[in-house]
């Protein structure tokens, strides 16, 4: 039977906070937004169903196109999550035939992508001590991904099958807000794209509509902060190297 959880209203909980003082809501939405990172090691505390409500309900105030809300989300913890996880991860080792349903990297990432991603991939390896050429335990870790890094709670996001590049977006602004949603309420979270790769074992076993894809899923929990693998921080690039500022149109 399924539980109905009651929690403040977001929208209104929203407006007192447009009337809070200007400089305690930026420094308390900057450290949110700063302490927010892919966390690969959780602890097995459990996360309790209202708490995963009022996330997913502050997660529904993300914008989308014309109101749209083109999100579906798919909760598993506990034994059902442990049951989906066993059979993704085996089916991961074993090498089993699976394949992902939409394109995420294209064939060639070029610069300056390659830099950044090799940077991440070895940065990650490198507190594991896992060196380079080490294919199984490069294995391992990543099969890690299958088990939501130990995280209680795991979440799936599909999206109706119809829709466009243009809700797509909307996805990526559901899911930043449910991660800042999540770290506001002191948890932690990894988004996986990982698991699109076994969208037919999750879509039957969560009796997932055939007329919903699934997007990806995502690890929610509290942190292991002792874990070596969460002292990784990535790089983040200047603004002066993505942004800048028109003082002049072109006349060309």
Request: with cysteine; glycine share 6%.
């Amino acid at each position: 039977m399924t539980k109905r959880l009651k929690t403040a209203s977001p929208r209104r909980s929203s407006q007192a906070l447009r009337h809070a003082p200007a400089h305690s809501a930026v420094k308390a939405s900057a450290e949110v937004i700063r302490s927010r990172c892919s966390i690969r090691a959780f602890l097995p505390d459990p996360v309790d169903d209202a708490t995963i409500k009022e996330i997913l309900e502050l997660a529904s105030c993300a914008p989308s196109g014309t109101n749209t809300q083109p999100w579906k989300v798919y909760v598993v913890r506990g034994p059902q999550r442990d049951q989906l996880c066993d059979e993704i991860e085996t089916a991961f080792l074993t090498g089993a035939d699976y394949r992902e349903e939409y394109s995420y990297a294209p064939d060639s990432w070029g610069e300056p992508y390659d830099r950044r991603r090799r940077a991440c991939g070895w940065g990650l390896y490198g507190v594991l001590g896992i060196e380079k050429g080490d294919k199984e335990r490069m294995k391992t870790q990543h099969a890690r991904n299958f088990r939501f890094f130990d995280a209680p709670v795991g979440m799936f996001i599909t999206i109706d099958r119809k829709l466009k590049l243009g809700s797509w977006l909307d996805i990526g602004l559901f899911l930043q807000t449910l991660m800042l949603a999540a770290r506001g309420m002191g948890l932690d979270s990894c988004p996986q794209q990982a698991f699109a790769r076994y969208h037919e074992i999750i879509q039957k076993r969560l009796a997932i509509p055939a007329d919903e894809m699934v997007v990806c899923g995502l690890a929610l929990g509290r942190a292991n902060v002792r874990a070596p693998i969460n002292q990784f921080v990535p790089d983040r690039e200047p603004v002066e190297a993505f942004a800048r500022f028109v003082d002049k149109l072109s006349t060309d």
